[in-house]
């Protein structure tokens, strides 16, 4: 008796395993994508298996898209907004987090405003918010830039890894740089915050969550699952920040970073579910604007922005919350007059 109750046992956990869905979830190792991590902890309750897999930068996600490899991802919108207008196939079903990007200065490097950037080597990853920003903080200030020289600023494209080494070593004078390695390089005192750089039509950066369109319209059930594991992850995250804390630290970092690199990171970057079709279109017309993404032909906001699924989660998980309070944006002091 105690042999069938035992293979009872194998195969109604077999059978469980197997009416698990699997998504697989292209993620980024930083601190403000924490609670998209943290959904395949919970995703069982919801009959779903995630299979997560991180990528160096967001634009990298694309082609693996485009392979039929992954069916969601989570990255800056302008890598969601590049992909889209190249042909991949996805859609933007929420936001889940704002901020995320500081300009940082080298401690030594005598920057104290934008203006200051002239003449200077600012470094920033390709494809992403921190790029865009930039570009649209240079243009406001009235500077021009290029990766080769002759203009302003010379802007030298890194990967996000190399960004703080570069700094500390001086080969760069300023980063646009994300989180938590923009909190990183204040706390360990080689920068200085120059500008949360939020002050642009642009406003405050908002990264997308989003899924294919084979996901969205053919596996709608398992669409609105993964919506429902998401909004929940969120929440806890943004309900517990203890568990917030230890989850993104310990099983994300692996304690590489310090408890106010964390503190500092999400103060910049709070967790979030919400996104708008008007933003998309806002950060599309300036993606345009200043040539990021070559974009050959920009996509429409309505066209690929569907937040049924999301609205379907948040009223069956009784969330109707006020939206978390954004990183306000670094006043930036302005010029003295020159006396005439």
Partial sequence: MRAKSFLSLLLLSSLALSAQDVVRLGNLKFAH??????????APKYRLKIEE???AKGIDINPA???GEIDASAAALDAAIAGRAQGVPIVVVAGFAKGGARIVAGANAGIKSL???KGKKVGVARGGAQELLLLAELAKAGLTWSDKPGKDVLVLY????????????????????????????INKK??????KPYDTPMGVPIRALVITEKLYKER???AQRFLLC??????KFIDEPKTAEKYVRESMFKNQITSDDYQDAIDNSPFSYDISVEHVQITTDLMAKYGVGKMAAPPKAPDWVKLDLLTEAKKQLGIDQPKPVAPKPTPIKSPKAKKG
Avoid at 190 to 195: L, P, Q, T
Wanted: proline share 3%.
């Fill in 33 to 42: 994508y924490g609670a998209v991590s943290y959904m395949k902890e919970i």
């Fill in 53 to 55: 897999r991180m990528f």
């Fill in 65 to 67: 898209i485009v392979a």
């Fill in 115 to 117: 203006a200051d950037l």
């Fill in 158 to 185: 890194l990967p996000f890894a190399d960004l703080n080494q570069a700094l500390m070593a001086g080969n760069i004078h300023a980063m646009c740089q994300s989180e938590p390695y923009s909190s990183q390089a």
């Fill in 190 to 195: 080689f920068g200085i915050e120059v500008i």
């Fill in 220 to 222: 709608r059930d398992v």
């Fill in 230 to 235: 998401f909004v929940e992850a969120t929440k």
